[in-house]
């Protein structure tokens, strides 16, 4: 590469040089798709300073009537609830006219398939296969099923056609929910739900709700979409956002966006389409989406992984925008520690619920994102700092999480006789946690065997909570030991009334309750106990389970719990959550048809067919992370704490 990180970045700013929206983007797929006599073309333009869109126009001939409007994708403003009827039936045109595929085999054969095809560390599995097998039969046995052939056999197949038949209907429920962009797919709309007039901001393309769509493409082999979301999303990056005369960071992704279909300035027959992001200015709470620039780099590397197409990686814009996340995430500030700083409700939990500081998730996240920078960053002169910067951030995290983060009965009781008031540089509990933090439900809960990463961690404050995306990505991106996964798959077999129950998968473990609940959440009335973000259970997180059990060669128990999900989430319309302890009725104010759900599932269902394609999603730790933090513990920081010269550069 010639030209230099800053200039590359100056011509971004400025809305020169190689970045913007590219021809192939927009007009090659435009004129595939239109009519000749439609014209369409896409613009950036900063409107004002409060409303920046990303534009395509689209120049109607007056013999164009609207229902081929209607028919191209392109909506008109009106009633809101028309309008996306409108907008959804033009989408299913679409989506059949685009990717010309069906909805196709399900997999019922799980077990054979898997049995052959997991081998994702020279290890076979067919153990683990044998053990789930032996936990089906003994589910069947307690329902007072036989086992006998003939009758088995029967049933297997009613069984199958009905699991088919709800991957049918997910499969086309994604499609659905897809939507387009100058007549191209470039994401899914969070929910999709016919019956519901409060849409909120559900009709907005998440980036995070975004992920298991993009995923389920990626392993159905329809990459578009994901090229599409991932360039457009780039495109909003740059844009100035600003609340209050206040602007963000550079290199912040938005939390969602919308395509919006606006009449043409001083033109009354034309109409473009417009790409509106939100960056949190107008989200509730105001709250800054940390995690979406986190899970488009992930999403990034899992594109290039699954396509074999690198050029989307290695395009200057592309690399231009990794490094605006990497140096946002790497900027030096007041922090003592190698965690990134974040207010509350900055990833999946959107919502005030005591996550501000240091949030398992976001670390996770972050974790996993400077791993799959890391692998997809052109060496380049300009970007030694920046690199450097990251392999000693990666390091860092690493040993604080694991150290620090780690809970099991050992360390429970290590904590249980801490002593407080520690000055020196040798403290064992050296962010003075007082043992009385340690709730009573915890002392019982813990199982013997098992253990997990806690919430958060702050000067005298340990978030024991257990939260579940937080712990399946540390898994998932080998931030967690092999042991220390492996442990936590473990608590979660051991707590599977707690955190499946009866449907997958608990947000978070306890709820928040009585005055913690007043004081902590403001008295949300949305976070209820046991609702919603606080103790709510999500479908969505299926997919995490999923991959994280397949990292450790324990398929089995993904599967179980896809079981668990199947007995009613078509049936109940596939909702955003659900509620109570045990996640028997469906959230107070869920939305149904919840894409994320949906495409959790799929998620889900495709890698149990073939594991061997989550490695798209894994991260494993290298060697050379290994010896830094190898280095790192036997190196006993204390002792050298305060000396200039014990500040290493184990990578460079
Ligand atoms: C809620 C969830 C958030 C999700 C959004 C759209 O706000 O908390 O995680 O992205 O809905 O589904």
């Given at each position: 590469?010639?030209?230099g990180?800053?200039e590359?970045a ?6 020169a040089g190689?970045?913007l929206l590219?021809?192939d983007m927009?007009?090659?797929n435009?004129y595939?798709?239109y ?5 369409s073309k896409?613009?950036k ?9 990303l534009?395509?126009s ?10 081929q409007?209607?028919?191209?994708g392109c909506?008109?403003f009106?009633?809101t609830?028309?309008?996306?009827f409108?907008?959804l ?6 989506a059949?006219?685009?990717s ?8 019922g054969t799980?077990f054979?398939?898997?049995a052959?095809?997991l081998?994702?560390n020279?290890?076979?599995?067919s153990?683990?296969?044998l053990?789930f ?14 086992s006998n052939?003939v ?7 009613m069984?199958?056609?009905?699991v088919?038949?709800?991957?049918d209907?997910a499969?086309n429920l994604?499609?659905d929910?897809m939507?387009y962009?100058?007549?191209?797919p470039?994401?899914?709309i ?5 019956t ?14 975004f992920?298991?769509?993009g995923?389920?493409f990626?392993l159905?082999?329809?990459y578009?979409?994901?090229?599409n979301?991932?360039l457009h ?8 956002k ?10 912040l992704?938005p ?5 919006r279909?606006?009449?043409l ?7 473009e389409?417009v ?6 200015e107008?989200?509730?709470g105001?709250v800054?989406?940390v995690d ?12 290039g992984?699954s396509s074999g ?8 814009d592309?690399?231009t ?6 140096r946002l995430c790497l ?5 003592m520690?190698p965690t ?5 409700g900055?990833c ?6 005591g ?8 670390q996770?996240?972050f974790?996993?994102?400077l791993l799959?920078?890391?692998?997809m960053l ?9 690199i450097r910067?990251?392999?000693?951030r990666?390091v860092?995290?690493?040993?604080h999480?694991r150290?620090?983060?780690w809970?099991d009965?050992?360390?429970l009781?290590e904590?249980?006789r ?7 540089y040798?403290?064992v ?11 009573p439900?915890?002392v019982?809960?813990m199982p013997?065997?098992g253990?997990?990463?806690?919430g ?9 909570r257990?939260?579940?995306?937080g712990n399946l990505?540390s ?7 092999t042991?220390?996964s492996?442990?936590i798959l473990d608590?979660v077999?051991a ?6 129950a009866?449907?997958?998968?608990k947000i ?7 005055q ?5 959440t403001?008295?949300d009335p949305?976070?209820t106990?046991?609702?919603y973000?606080n103790?709510g ?7 995490q389970f999923?991959?994280?059990?397949i ?16 007995r009613?989430?078509?049936?109940d319309?596939?909702?955003e959550?659900?509620?109570t ?5 469906i959230?107070?104010?869920a ?5 994320w759900s949906?495409a959790?599932?799929l ?10 394609a989550a490695k798209?999603l ?7 992370l290994v010896?830094?933090?190898?280095c790192?513990i036997?190196a006993?920081?204390?002792?050298k ?10 990578i460079v």
């Amino acid at each position: 590469m010639s030209m230099g990180t800053a200039e590359v970045a100056l011509q971004v700013l400025s809305g020169a040089g190689p970045r913007l929206l590219t021809s192939d983007m927009c007009f090659g797929n435009v004129y595939s798709t239109y009519p000749s006599s439609f014209h369409s073309k896409c613009t950036k333009k900063r409107t004002s300073e409060h409303m920046n869109f990303l534009r395509c126009s689209n120049m109607l001939r007056s013999h164009i009537g609207p229902k081929q409007f209607k028919g191209l994708g392109c909506g008109v403003f009106g009633d809101t609830a028309v309008n996306r009827f409108q907008l959804l039936s033009c989408k299913c045109q679409q989506a059949e006219s685009v990717s010309g595929l069906t909805a196709e085999d399900g997999n019922g054969t799980w077990f054979v398939d898997s049995a052959k095809k997991l081998n994702l560390n020279g290890v076979s599995n067919s153990t683990n296969i044998l053990e789930f097998e032996d936990v089906q039969q003994s589910e069947q046995e307690k329902k007072g099923l036989t086992s006998n052939g003939v009758v088995g056999t029967a049933r297997d197949t009613m069984h199958k056609a009905s699991v088919d038949s709800i991957e049918d209907e997910a499969w086309n429920l994604l499609r659905d929910s897809m939507v387009y962009y100058c007549g191209s797919p470039i994401g899914t709309i969070a929910a999709n739900d016919p019956t519901s007039s409060n849409v909120l901001n559900y009709d907005q393309v998440f980036i995070r709700d975004f992920i298991p769509s993009g995923i389920a493409f990626l392993l159905k082999g329809e990459y578009d979409i994901v090229r599409n979301f991932i360039l457009h999303t780039l495109q909003l990056q740059s844009w100035e956002k600003t609340m209050d005369c206040h602007s963000p960071g550079q290199g912040l992704m938005p939390a969602s966006f919308k395509v919006r279909t606006v009449p043409l300035d001083g033109d009354d027959s034309a109409t473009e389409e417009v790409l509106d992001p939100d960056f949190g200015e107008a989200a509730i709470g105001r709250v800054a989406p940390v995690d979406s620039g986190l899970w488009w780099i992930i999403l990034l590397r899992a594109y290039g992984k699954s396509s074999g197409d690198l050029s989307v990686q290695e395009r200057v814009d592309v690399q231009t925008g990794i490094k605006m996340i990497l140096r946002l995430c790497l900027a030096d500030g007041f922090d003592m520690f190698p965690t990134l700083l974040v207010t509350d409700g900055s990833c999946m939990i959107d919502r005030r619920m005591g996550i501000h500081g240091h949030p398992l998730e976001i670390q996770a996240l972050f974790y996993s994102a400077l791993l799959c920078a890391r692998e997809m960053l052109a060496p380049e002169d300009g970007s030694a700092d920046l690199i450097r910067a990251l392999n000693n951030r990666l390091v860092a995290l690493s040993f604080h999480i694991r150290e620090y983060y780690w809970i099991d009965l050992r360390k429970l009781n290590e904590i249980y006789r801490y002593k407080t008031e520690e000055y020196s540089y040798d403290a064992v509990n050296k962010f003075n946690i007082y043992p009385d933090q340690i709730s009573p439900w915890l002392v019982e809960w813990m199982p013997n065997k098992g253990g997990y990463l806690i919430g958060n961690l702050q000067p005298a404050h340990m978030d024991f909570r257990f939260f579940s995306l937080g712990n399946l990505w540390s898994v998932v991106s080998s931030l967690a030991t092999t042991e220390q996964s492996h442990a936590i798959l473990d608590l979660v077999e051991a707590k599977w009334a707690d955190l499946v129950a009866d449907m997958p998968f608990k947000i978070c473990y306890p709820a928040l309750e009585g005055q913690e609940w007043q004081i902590i959440t403001g008295s949300d009335p949305k976070n209820t106990p046991w609702s919603y973000h606080n103790g709510g259970s999500w479908p969505t997180l299926l997919w995490q389970f999923t991959v994280a059990c397949i990292k450790m060669n324990r398929p089995e128990i993904a599967a179980r719990a896809v079981q668990v999900a199947e007995r009613r989430i078509s049936k109940d319309k596939w909702p955003e959550y659900y509620d109570t302890k045990r996640a028997r009725f469906i959230g107070k104010q869920a939305c149904l048809f919840q894409t994320w759900s949906i495409a959790g599932y799929l998620v889900a269902k495709l890698l149990l067919a073939d594991p061997s394609a989550a490695k798209i999603l894994i991260t494993e730790e290298d060697s050379e992370l290994v010896n830094a933090f190898s280095c790192m513990i036997s190196a006993n920081p204390r002792r050298k704490r305060g000396r200039k010269d014990s500040k290493q550069t184990y990578i460079v």
